[in-house]
């Protein structure tokens, strides 16, 4: 069955500095993986995906991801973290008509 | 507007009182699903549906019951809820795609079983 990993409970980052939530995952045939936000009382929101074509993905609200097939890892990236970046950050990979997620990375962006 | 509805929003029931959490989406998507959140464990899928009258298990089926009549509605049911299905619920749906496409969420459904 698919799945993924998220390492890190926790990310904590200052206001200006790069952010990266990382993802490992592990599937059967193509990998098509997607990062999702979750703000505080919110439902999940899109942040970006990866189906096929360029290794580096570009999404929503000044995030990429990077899909490396070698080491199956598609990290989250933003260049200048925001304080409103703050969020729980969701890695997914999809196979068997399911959509399996990671326990979450809570992103902590300190002002 | 393009959405995910959910009702309720909130919830406090007591073991064994049945209950009906409703999920409605208005994008004609063939594709819905249920998650439950917890603290720990992310997002884990209880059932799906890949279109009107097809159903199936997801990660933690037991204790859920789903139906789907119509393209748009897709209740959650729990017959006789315990404890441990206290919870995050999400409903989302999306357009059926193999490559499994973007899935839409609702605002979700925060449940209390005493």
């Known amino acids: 069955a698919q799945s993924v990993a998220q390492p890190e409970d926790q990310v904590n980052v200052a206001e200006g500095n790069p952010l990266t939530v990382k993802c490992t995952y592990s599937?059967?045939?193509?990998?098509?993986l997607f990062w999702y936000v979750q703000y505080p009382n919110r439902g999940l929101q899109f942040l970006l995906k990866y189906i096929t074509g360029d290794n580096l993905v570009k999404g929503s609200y000044g995030f990429e991801a990077e899909f490396n097939k070698s080491q199956t890892s598609f990290h989250l990236k933003k260049p200048s973290a925001l304080v409103s970046d703050s969020a729980l950050y969701f890695c997914a990979v999809y196979g068997n008509n399911r959509l399996a997620f990671g326990k979450g990375n809570q992103v902590v962006v300190i002002p | 507007e393009a959405q995910v509805t959910q009702n309720p929003r909130y919830l406090i029931t007591v073991t064994g009182k049945k209950l009906t959490v409703t999920c409605s989406q208005n994008?004609?998507?063939?594709?819905m699903s249920w998650y439950r959140q917890d603290p720990g464990l992310g997002l884990r899928q209880i059932y799906y549906s890949m279109n009107v009258e097809v159903t199936d298990k997801g990660d933690v089926p037991e204790g859920y019951k789903v139906s789907r009549k119509e393209k748009r509605n897709f209740p959650l049911i729990l017959e006789s809820p315990s404890p441990n299905q206290t919870s995050l619920y999400f409903c989302a749906s999306s357009p059926w795609e193999m490559n499994g496409d973007t899935q839409y969420f609702g605002p979700g459904t925060r449940l209390t079983v005493l």
């Open positions: 994008m004609n998507h063939e594709y």
């Open positions: 599937v059967s045939g193509n990998p098509y």
